[in-house]
């Protein structure tokens, strides 16, 4: 009898998914894998389905109350730019990419900023802490992972003597990828006067905005004079890892305008954990004009836009390529459309080059990387394995224009994160991507496909298998 009820019951919620799946989904590809999974595991499946697969950008009866609130917010509270001055820029490529942006975005172009890259942990985390040092007025944080141990005890150190300058310390963090951080060391943040708080933290009727919708941006700003966003978490990780080796990463320094569009994206994320809304107060948007001559433009995607933005962001990239694609990224599970662009770039005699890491920190993500391959150096795609692992999120095209910043070529990126990237239109900042990046290159080893091709029936099963599963990584 309970067998008969749990059957007909996995059978009607089998049905529904079915259902929303057939009309809603927006890949077949994905779709089906979701259609198998809801099929193959009773519950779970459908679970996983509810959390993971729904596309609420179509299904807008079951669009999150606090996506809502977000998009109200932007409304009422930011001021409706109507020029994006794209016409500066040098290459019609350029003008299109920036004009897409702000079209779906309203974030405009950023002219006269002062750039510089921050090539490892360790350059990026002596630059924050040199910032902080000087800060005057306000101090603001926001990171995917905030984790104890050396590097953030070094900021809290610098922080405490900030403090007892009056000077104003507000910090973001993720709560699922800061779950490990200790609850010590929020109490003793707090008690400095610091105003720390989760991002879509774990909490009776947020369960399922918190797991899926996860806030993987990273951003600081110093009394808008100055600000810092990339791949960097706040890690050990990046000065010791006894699994990988010392991470690498790619992070930017910004001064000029784009400072103030960086620090709007905090302020946004400020009110959706507070209620508390700081854009009233001038000094969190006055602008601090300097001599660099760099045209940048931060790009801010997530489920409270109409658009996949980041996923746009990468694929006109990948398109208006004429001559090089190269892209450095930890995470590449890239969804159909990237991977026909790919394709497409290589085979019309675009130089497309992937620099991936040989190793992650997550196997099931490894296999369905490598499970891209085949068809990838088929097309023409070099693909390059480093024995370090590289935690950088950079593409760079016909080094012009180059883009750093949060987000992974994958569908969680793409669909259910809040990512934040850099768009910087300048020779100079692409041609040193360029030289680093060749270095990498000539101490990589290149998949060859005769070779690639002859791997064991067991790793192309395990790499099937875990391309079957990525819609839930």
């Known amino acids: 009898m309970i067998y008969y009820i749990l059957s007909t019951l996995h059978i009607f919620l089998f049905c529904w998914a079915f259902y929303n799946i057939l009309y809603f989904g927006i890949?077949?590809?994905?779709?089906?894998?979701?259609?198998?999974?809801?099929?193959?595991?009773?519950f779970i499946g459908v679970i996983a389905y509810v959390i993971f697969g729904i596309n609420r950008r179509k299904l807008k009866f079951l669009e999150l109350k606090e996506i809502k609130r977000r998009k109200n917010y932007i409304k009422k509270s930011f001021k409706k730019t109507t020029n994006n001055h794209s016409e500066n820029l040098n290459s019609d490529?350029?003008?299109?990419?920036?004009?897409?942006?702000?079209?779906?975005?309203?974030?405009?172009?950023?002219?006269?900023?002062?750039?510089?890259?921050?090539?490892?942990?360790?350059i990026a985390f002596d630059a924050i802490l040199d910032a902080?040092?000087?800060?005057?007025?306000?101090?603001?944080?926001?990171?995917?992972?905030?984790?104890?141990?050396?590097?953030?005890?070094?900021?809290?150190?610098?922080?405490e003597k900030k403090r007892?300058?009056?000077?104003?310390?507000?910090?973001?963090?993720?709560?699922f990828g800061s779950s490990s951080l200790k609850k010590y060391t929020k109490e003793k943040l707090k008690k400095m006067g610091v105003e720390i708080y989760p991002e879509t933290p774990f909490e009776f009727g947020k369960f399922l905005f918190s797991l899926n919708h996860r806030n993987h941006r990273k951003i600081c700003v110093i009394d808008n004079k100055i600000g810092f966003t990339g791949g960097v978490n706040i890690s050990d990780e990046y000065i010791d890892n006894k699994f990988l080796g010392i991470w690498q990463d790619t992070h930017l320094q910004?001064?000029?305008?784009?400072?103030?569009?960086?620090?709007?994206s905090f302020l946004k994320d400020f009110y959706y954990a507070t209620e508390q809304d700081l854009s009233k107060n001038k000094e969190f948007l006055?602008?601090?004009?300097?001599?660099?001559?760099?045209?940048?433009?931060?790009?801010?995607?997530?489920?409270?836009?109409?658009?996949?933005?980041?996923?746009q962001q990468y694929l006109t990239l990948i398109n208006t390529a004429k001559k090089s694609i190269c892209v450095l990224n930890p995470y590449f599970i890239p969804t159909f459309s990237i991977l026909e662009a790919f394709k497409i770039a290589a085979l019309s005699g675009v130089n497309v080059t992937l620099l991936l890491p040989k190793k992650g920190d997550s196997k099931i993500a490894d296999y369905s990387m490598y499970s891209y391959f085949e068809v990838l150096i088929k097309s023409g795609v070099h693909i390059y394995l480093r024995d370090d692992f590289s935690h950088s999120k950079v593409i760079f095209i016909?080094?012009?224009?180059?883009?750093?910043?949060?987000?992974?070529?994958?569908?969680?990126?793409?669909?259910?994160?809040?990512?934040?990237?850099?768009?910087?239109?300048?020779?100079?900042?692409?041609?040193?991507l360029r030289e680093e990046f060749d270095e990498r290159v000539k101490k990589a080893?290149?998949?060859?496909?005769?070779?690639?091709?002859?791997?064991s029936f067991k790793q192309k099963t395990l790499e099937r298998f875990a391309r079957f599963l990525s819609p839930l990584l």
Not at 255 to 264: F, I, Q
Not at 445 to 455: D, G, I, L, S
Request: net charge neutral; with cysteine.
């Open 27 to 42: 890949k077949p590809s994905k779709s089906l894998s979701w259609i198998l999974i809801t099929l193959f595991f009773p």
């Open 93 to 122: 490529n350029a003008k299109k990419i920036s004009n897409l942006i702000f079209t779906t975005t309203n974030i405009p172009l950023d002219e006269g900023n002062d750039i510089q890259l921050l090539k490892n942990g360790k």
């Open 132 to 159: 902080i040092k000087n800060a005057q007025k306000f101090i603001h944080l926001q990171y995917y992972i905030l984790e104890d141990g050396k590097i953030l005890n070094s900021i809290i150190n610098e922080i």
């Open 164 to 175: 007892k300058e009056n000077v104003e310390v507000r910090i973001l963090y993720d709560d």
């Open 254 to 264: 910004i001064k000029g305008r784009a400072v103030t569009s960086l620090h709007k």
């Open 286 to 311: 006055k602008p601090f004009p300097c001599k660099g001559n760099t045209k940048l433009q931060i790009v801010s995607g997530g489920p409270d836009y109409e658009q996949s933005i980041v996923m």
């Open 398 to 432: 016909d080094d012009e224009i180059s883009s750093i910043g949060s987000t992974n070529f994958d569908c969680r990126s793409f669909e259910h994160n809040y990512e934040l990237n850099a768009l910087i239109f300048d020779k100079n900042i692409a041609l040193e």
């Open 445 to 455: 080893t290149k998949v060859v496909y005769e070779e690639f091709k002859n791997r």
